[in-house]
């Protein structure tokens, strides 16, 4: 039995990866105002680039999840202009461009006859002397380097939304347009940089599934994991801390899934799928039951900013 | 002296309309200045044009002297230019420091920080204030918001303060106050412009004015020179005084409340047994302090709340108790709500489609499947023009851009359309300015002696003097007293506090 836990909650991590980034990518966009919908797509057009990328360069397949978030980051251009310069509805582009981009990769994958083809992954690095320690070492040092990278983002993205005059800015956008706005701050500029980071980031998780985890790209290999992230974050109330434990919490479930079938238990899988938007829902409703109108949601999201006309 | 800003013939349009038409202003250093108008005659506008939100289409601004021209709010703040808008501009979730860092984001995060610090205590020796510079603004009381906002512009360095109708949302202790600290502030040799249209203000604490109408500078004059009712006549254009005309043709009653109390159901009880009759061509003045249940009889008048016990009627004994909203519009009831944004209008919706919904049953705008634009365009075309609502530079534009005024005048065409009759005004005036107020005061008295019965709710003594035929006083949710007018000021003034 302690075989069975250690087994799983190594692998865990790997799991939690791809919801702890996209969250946090989301996190990025929305703080400055700018629903984002469509992180099921950004993350499709990272998994496949960062395929795309093994395949026809080679290279170190860090380059490729390099390549991913620029990728990621080049087609989250459209989706900036569309809701910061022409205004459009946020719900609506959004959700265009997750079909754009499920459309898009489906075809330039086989196009191109990237589908099914094995790459080389990632690999594992000991840090030593770290990883000679008992379970932890294995657990927690002994990891690929987007392991150790997430947790560099998580800490510096801390960092930036507390302690610096960007996160000041980024934040105030969001909460109330008009005041940064009057301060000086360029709403537009702010809302473009956010959603240009948080789709890198989005990408860099869509990238990891294909290349750190999977090692091999397949259609729409996602798999809902981007919608999971946008629950997430409102379960963890656009908090970046709560966020990377909801998605370790996630990313144990998920792992756990192919190990019950294994160990014969008969659980549907159906159901373990269903669990994290369970939770999410049970969070919802808990925050509705105690009428706190903290949501953590930024104030301003989804509407688009126009400075006020004559009122 | 020098001139700390000099404005010559700016204009602006926005869609077409000209807001501001060549206007000139000049204020100096160490003076408060009034900028004096009515709502829309541009005041705000121009000042935001000041303060780099707006572009002006023409004319020329100088700042000490210099010609300038200013592209943005950061443009402004170098000159030394800071704004204190009539909506705040504070993120609500942020501290006081954090707001005021974010507009002076000098030297970084941390080092920022600690400038702002010393800085403000510096300026509390000063002006001899300061706020808690922890707690997130939103839950800080509109006085202590505004002073952040204060504070925010005079940490930037600002010579030039500019606030926008800064004493509309505060107490008479707390804008002696800040009128005090404004007077200071120009002795230290700030100039200083105060937007407003409240003349009690200007009259006692500017040293110089400048009158605004219709986007254009009228006069500038020093408020020694004048007295009230000049001062009026150069705001209005024409002195307006109204006076009282008593009814004519009383009739039976059109609305009874019976025993009405609300609560229930573990509420409070704010309504304990009210008992009225409202007649046909009176108009009934309900006088109270504000939030003495004026408010709840209100909404239970409107529907949107449910009585605890008693009963409403309407004429011929028709039982509206337990009515849905739509039923009492039906059978003739009409209101003006108090919160005209919230409950009188959809601000996101066109002046034509707001005009239209009060009479959407009728079928005269088409049916569930399809609807009759132009028909609704036509209507709303004509109840504007009847109604003389200003500032409609299309029927398709939002509700929400025109002026308080002029939507409570939307309000009341759309209201007076089925020639209602009883009609529930709650505040009807508020936030009004003298004219646009009796312009409401005249269609009262209208649909009066068209035989309406009209329930006056207002927290204005001298309104419901003005207006109504006969007065109650609501104190601590019952109706305490009633007059017949013309009522002794004095009298009525006693029951409204003698219960409290």
Not at chain 1, 132 to 160: K, N, S
Not at chain 2, 154 to 165: K, N, S, W
Not at chain 2, 191 to 207: N, S, Y
Not at chain 2, 367 to 377: D, E, H, I, P, T
């Amino acid at each position: 039995m302690a075989d069975f836990i250690l087994n799983w909650l190594v692998v865990s991590p790997a799991f939690a990866v791809p919801f702890a980034l996209a969250a946090l990518g989301l996190i990025v966009a929305e703080k400055s105002g700018v629903l984002f919908l469509g992180a099921e797509g950004f993350m499709l057009v990272g998994a496949m680039t960062g395929a795309g990328a093994l395949i026809t360069m080679g290279g170190h397949p860090l380059l490729a999840l390099l390549v991913a978030m620029l990728a990621a980051a080049l087609v989250s251009l459209i989706f900036a202009f569309l809701v910061v310069v022409l205004r459009v509805d946020q719900i609506i582009a959004g959700l265009s461009m997750v079909f754009l981009c499920q459309g898009l990769t489906s075809l330039i994958s086989t196009q191109q006859g990237w589908t099914n083809r094995p790459i080389s992954g990632l690999d594992p690095i000991a840090l030593w002397p770290l990883s000679e320690l008992p379970i932890l070492g294995r657990l927690l040092f002994h990891q690929d380097a987007v392991f150790y990278a997430t947790i560099a983002i998580f800490v510096a993205f801390h960092w930036i939304s507390n302690r610096s005059l960007l996160g000041l800015r980024l934040k105030a956008v969001g909460e109330n347009p008009d005041a940064a706005d009057a301060a000086g701050v360029s709403v537009a500029l702010y809302r473009f940089g956010a959603v240009l980071c948080g789709a890198a980031l989005i990408g860099l998780a869509g990238a990891y599934l294909s290349v750190g985890v999977a090692k091999i790209w397949v259609d729409g290999m996602a798999g809902g994991r981007g919608w999971i992230a946008i629950a997430l974050v409102i379960f963890a109330r656009w908090q970046p801390w709560r966020a990377l434990a909801g998605a370790v919490l996630f990313g144990c479930i998920e792992a756990l899934i192919p190990r019950i079938a294994a160990a014969g238990i008969q659980v549907p899988q159906y159901f373990m799928l269903m669990t994290p938007y369970v939770a999410t829902l049970a969070v919802m409703i808990w925050a509705a039951l105690l009428r706190s109108p903290r949501t953590g949601q930024p104030a301003a999201l989804g509407t688009p900013f126009v400075r006020e006309e004559r009122r | 002296m020098t001139s700390a800003l000099e404005l010559s013939g700016i204009s602006k349009s926005f869609d077409g309309f000209r807001a501001i038409a060549a206007a000139d202003l000049e204020v100096r250093s160490g003076e408060v200045h009034a900028l004096l108008g009515e709502n829309g005659a541009g005041k705000s506008s121009l000042m935001n044009i000041v303060a780099g939100l707006y572009a002006p289409d023409e004319g020329s601004i100088r700042v000490q002297g210099r010609p300038v021209r200013i592209a943005g709010p950061l443009d402004a703040r170098r000159l030394g230019i800071g704004m204190v808008h009539q909506h705040y501009k504070l993120v609500k979730s942020f501290s006081a420091l954090e707001n005021i860092l974010l507009a002076n984001p000098k030297g970084g995060f941390a080092r920022g920080r600690a400038a702002i610090d010393t800085a403000l205590a510096r300026l509390a020796d000063r002006i001899g204030f300061t706020v808690d510079l922890t707690k997130p603004v939103g839950a800080l009381s509109i006085a202590e918001q505004q002073r952040v906002e204060i504070l925010k512009m005079l940490v930037g360095g600002a010579r030039l303060l500019i606030l926008d109708e800064p004493t509309a949302v505060l107490t008479d202790m707390e804008a002696e106050r800040l009128l005090a600290l404004l007077r200071h502030l120009a002795s230290e040799g700030a100039a200083v412009i105060l937007v407003t249209h409240k003349l009690g203000d200007v009259m006692r604490h500017a040293d110089r004015l400048t009158v605004m109408r219709n986007g254009k500078t009228i006069a500038t004059a020093s408020p020694g020179t004048l007295n009230a009712g000049e001062l009026t006549k150069l705001v209005v254009g024409t002195t307006t005084t109204e006076c009282a005309v008593p009814a004519q043709n009383v009739g039976g009653p059109v609305l009874s409340l019976t025993g009405v109390s609300s609560g229930g159901n573990g509420r409070r009880e704010t309504l304990s047994d009210v008992t009225m009759r409202i007649c046909s061509g009176e108009i009934y003045g309900l006088a109270g302090v504000g939030g003495n249940g004026q408010t709840e009889l209100a909404e239970i008048l409107m529907g949107v709340v449910t009585t605890a016990s008693g009963r409403i009627t309407l004429e011929d004994a028709v039982d509206i108790t337990d009515a849905t909203p739509k039923t009492r519009r039906a059978r003739g009831l009409a209101v003006i709500p108090a919160d005209r944004h919230s409950y009188g209008l959809a601000g996101e919706l066109s002046i034509a489609d707001n005009y239209a919904i009060g009479d959407v049953y009728s079928g005269k705008y088409g049916g569930v499947l399809r609807m009759k634009s132009s028909a609704a365009q036509t209507a709303a075309g004509a109840a504007v023009a009847a109604h003389d609502v200003q500032g409609v530079r299309s029927l398709a534009h939002k509700a929400a851009l025109l002026s308080g005024g002029n939507a409570q005048k939307l309000v009341i065409a759309r209201e007076f359309a089925g020639a209602p009759r009883v009609i529930l005004a709650h505040s009807p005036s508020r936030g009004l300015d003298v004219r646009a107020a009796a312009a409401v005061h005249a269609r009262l008295r209208a649909a009066r002696d068209g035989g309406a019965g009209i329930l006056l709710i207002s927290e204005d003594l001298d309104e419901i003097l003005l207006l109504a035929d006969r007065i109650g006083v609501m104190s601590s949710g019952r109706l305490v007293a009633e007059f017949a007018a013309p009522a002794d000021r004095q009298a009525v003034g006693e029951a409204m506090v003698s219960h409290g």
